[in-house]
């Protein structure tokens, strides 16, 4: 099973950016961010697949960006004008047999996840 690593959440004021990194121990083209609040279900944020085709939230379109580096194996989210609505730990997924998903923001696509890192807006 591919291993995940994700880096690069902290604490931020509203309106602040961060960069999500997520790195993979295999080469893998399909990833996804998704988000979670204490009491409250994963929630899928963004996803790109192996062509590079994206797909976002609606409440995080026009300032989060997901995007990828093939050589790498990784992926990032670049968050920007943060809102305290964003607070969560955000985990990357990947499912390495997949060059698409039929429901990228679908949590139950995805077969390896990342260990979260933590994300905490204040107002």
């Known amino acids: 099973q591919v291993q995940l690593v994700e880096s690069g959440g902290d604490s931020v004021q509203a309106g602040g950016s961060l960069r999500l990194s997520c790195v993979a121990s295999q080469r893998t083209y399909v990833w996804g961010w998704f988000r979670q609040t204490p009491g409250q279900e994963r929630e899928g944020v963004a996803s790109i697949d192996r062509l590079g085709w994206t797909t976002y939230m609606n409440d995080v379109k026009g300032r989060f960006i997901i995007s990828k580096d093939d050589y790498k194996n990784s992926v990032y989210l670049q968050v920007n004008n943060l809102k305290p609505e964003d607070t969560g730990v955000y985990y990357c997924?990947?499912?390495?047999?997949?060059?698409?998903?039929?429901?990228?923001?679908?949590?139950?696509?995805?077969?390896?996840w990342g260990q979260g890192t933590q994300i905490t807006v204040s107002s």
């Open positions: 997924a990947t499912d390495p047999r997949a060059a698409k998903l039929a429901r990228p923001l679908e949590s139950a696509e995805y077969t390896s």
